[in-house]
């Protein structure tokens, strides 16, 4: 192993960002051991490319359960620990907040705790060069008016159950660092969207919803804007900041993609139009319904990148036209990945949009 390659823990790694991120740390030559609990989002089926790879393993285990947690630590001797495990779905918060703050708050407490104690064991070079990097949301924020971005001083003002839950996983962060000098970094994302993203969220949703004649359902009036960042580009930024992110400091990254939720519908629409036409020959816009819009719903988020990208050189290179074709292809050529996940595990009842990472 060379000084850039790194053994990394990756918690809530099998499901959307963490699995596209483990990806891209194998390809890039780290060691990974996924620790994740495999909820109805988790699918192993996307880490299938690198399951016999002798640089990965797999721990079917809860970030809560604390002696796990200790054990797999001591054991594997991490140079860093990446924290992707979350609960992220607004809707379902909405329905069931409780689950948000045990995987949320209290697991993050403990992977925290558990992380502290390990790395207090840890001497010279090897303890200096550790990290926990965690990785939030622009929901912490609230919501934003017409005009300004969220920037890393931005107030927190969540306004649902999981925004709130992903607030106070922040906030014991940051106490971990200043309170017992844990080398903590954030990272608080926009709207991701890509490969493996499980088909409750806007983007998957729509898709696949269109490609099944089924009805897709805009909320409200269609007009709530988020910033939209493709997977990749949010690994690589999750990358630089692990290499190079200054200790205790939270960086936000977003696409530069600011699009109203109908828009993003209507460019789905627009390439399914030439990738997979109806068989009646109308446009797959004639399936767009509105509905009743969502409790609480947060009108527009807007992340500003500019310390990442001063920063640590970091830079979006998918821009979101490029993103929908990619991402729209990829489920077109994996149908059977998304029978997969949903099969016993999830119905297309709820409508995946605003959502974060």
């Known amino acids: 192993m060379t000084n850039n390659e790194k053994k990394i823990l990756v918690t809530g790694g099998a499901g959307f960002i963490g699995s596209n ?3 891209t740390a194998i390809a890039d030559g780290h060691t990974v051991l996924n620790l994740d609990v495999l909820t109805y989002a988790g699918n192993l089926e996307s880490l299938k490319s690198v399951e016999a790879n ?6 079917h285990a809860d970030i809560a359960d604390k002696l796990v947690v200790a054990a797999l630590l001591n054991e594997s001797q991490p140079d860093a620990i990446v924290n992707f495990a979350a609960e992220s779905h607004v809707d ?3 329905d069931g907040p409780a689950a948000f703050i045990q995987t949320n708050v209290v697991g993050t407490l403990n992977l925290l705790e558990c992380a502290r104690d390990y790395w207090r064991g840890l001497e010279g070079a090897v303890k200096d060069n550790f990290r926990f990097l965690h990785v939030s949301t622009d929901e912490v924020y609230g919501s934003l008016g017409e005009t300004g971005a969220f920037t890393e001083q931005t107030p927190f003002a969540p306004n649902s159950p999981y925004s709130a839950s992903k607030a106070a996983s922040d906030h014991l962060v940051r106490a971990f660092h200043h309170t017992y000098g844990l080398p903590v970094l954030t990272t608080n994302c926009s709207n991701n969207y890509g490969p493996h993203q499980f088909p409750e969220k806007l983007i998957p949703l729509v898709i696949q919803k269109a490609l099944t004649g089924q009805p897709l359902p805009i909320y409200g009036d269609g007009k709530n804007i988020r910033d939209w960042l493709y997977v990749t580009d949010h690994c690589t930024a999750i990358s630089r900041v692990l290499e190079a992110g200054r200790v205790g400091e939270t ?3 977003g696409g530069d993609a600011e699009r109203e939720n109908i828009a993003v519908v209507n460019a789905i629409c ?4 030439i990738k997979r036409p109806r068989s009646d020959g109308k446009s797959y816009s004639a399936q767009m319904t509105f509905v009743k819009d969502r409790p609480g719903h947060d009108r527009r988020y807007a992340i500003d990148a500019k310390k990442i ?7 979006p290179t998918v821009s979101f036209e490029q993103g929908i074709e990619l991402t729209i292809q990829w489920y077109l050529d994996h149908q059977d990945w998304v029978q997969h996940v949903l099969d016993g595990s999830y119905r297309l009842e709820r ?3 605003g959502e974060s990472a």
Request: net charge positive; glycine share 4%; proline share 0%.
């Open 21 to 23: 991120f483990i990806l």
């Open 54 to 59: 002798a640089r990965y393993r797999f721990v």
């Open 92 to 94: 379902r918060s909405i």
């Open 251 to 253: 960086y936000n990254v």
């Open 270 to 273: 627009s390439v399914l139009d």
């Open 309 to 315: 990208c001063k920063e640590l050189a970091w830079q």
């Open 351 to 353: 409508i995946g949009q």
